[in-house]
């Protein structure tokens, strides 16, 4: 049972451009959303991670928008340069069983000069 | 920051063989690290949740006969596949989680490329 749902599967934009993700998740126990980057061949690598208990956060370029009670969560990525052109995948996890993610299906980023 | 090694990262063997996969924290200690499957455009699937001491638990439809984990301390884990065939060909990562972590942080190895032929 896919737990968390990502879309869209691909997304093209422009350099400058503000690609956005989004993700459902359906188990109200998850307490942990953080969201990776992966290239090619290469293990993901973690961008930025939210809690239930703050709507927004935002590291540098990236911003993670929360709504509990949608049980939804986005990825939005200001100002996207060519090489943020990867693979992003948004995950949850529960405190209660240690680390163990569960990944949403993944989208191809491609942002072109 | 916290870095975990992955080796070897890209191995082909023939069928029937069995490959042995390390995963190292190489700063850092990890009592439990995780093992997962990707297949070609797909997401990461979790195999098994490797304990450092105590036998693996594996996820539903994982065999554990056939990727057998070890996890012998607390900075390296091991995956063998073993008998491996055709369909056992796909990305297999690795993460680890510092024993010393207050939160959930996960460190990701850089992956394996099994091709097996």
């Known amino acids: 049972q896919q737990q968390v749902k990502q879309s869209p599967q691909s997304l093209i934009v422009q350099k400058g451009g503000i690609p956005i993700i989004n993700c459902a998740y359906e188990?109200?126990?998850?307490?942990?959303f953080p969201w990776y980057q992966q290239f090619p061949g290469k293990g993901p690598a973690l961008l930025i991670a939210?809690?239930?208990?703050?709507s927004e956060k935002k590291e540098g370029r990236f911003t993670i928008s929360f709504n509990k009670s949608a049980k939804q969560f986005s990825l939005h990525i200001m100002d996207s340069q060519p090489g943020d052109s990867a693979t992003y995948f948004c995950?949850?996890?529960?405190?209660?069983?240690?680390?163990?993610?569960?990944f949403g299906e993944g989208t191809q980023l491609t942002v072109n000069p | 920051g916290a870095v975990v090694s992955q080796h070897p990262s890209r191995v082909i063997c023939k069928s029937g063989t069995s490959v042995k996969i390390e995963c190292r924290s190489l700063?850092?200690?990890?009592?439990?690290m995780f093992w997962y499957r990707q297949f070609p455009k797909q997401s990461l699937m979790l195999m098994a949740t490797?304990?450092?001491?105590?036998?693996?638990?594996?996820e539903q439809g994982v065999e554990k006969d056939k990727f057998l984990i070890n996890h012998a301390s607390l900075t390296l884990s091991t995956l063998t596949v073993t008998s491996a065939h055709p369909e056992d060909s796909s990305f297999y990562i690795c993460?680890?989680?510092?024993?010393?972590?207050?939160?959930?942080?996960?460190?990701f190895g850089s992956g394996t490329q099994l091709s097996v032929l």
């Open positions: 993460s680890a989680r510092p024993v010393l972590a207050t939160n959930e942080k996960l460190f």
């Open positions: 188990n109200t126990a998850f307490d942990y």
């Open positions: 939210i809690r239930p208990d703050v």
């Open positions: 995950a949850a996890s529960m405190r209660s069983s240690g680390s163990r993610l569960t």
């Open positions: 700063d850092f200690q990890a009592t439990t």
């Open positions: 490797s304990n450092e001491g105590s036998k693996a638990t594996y």
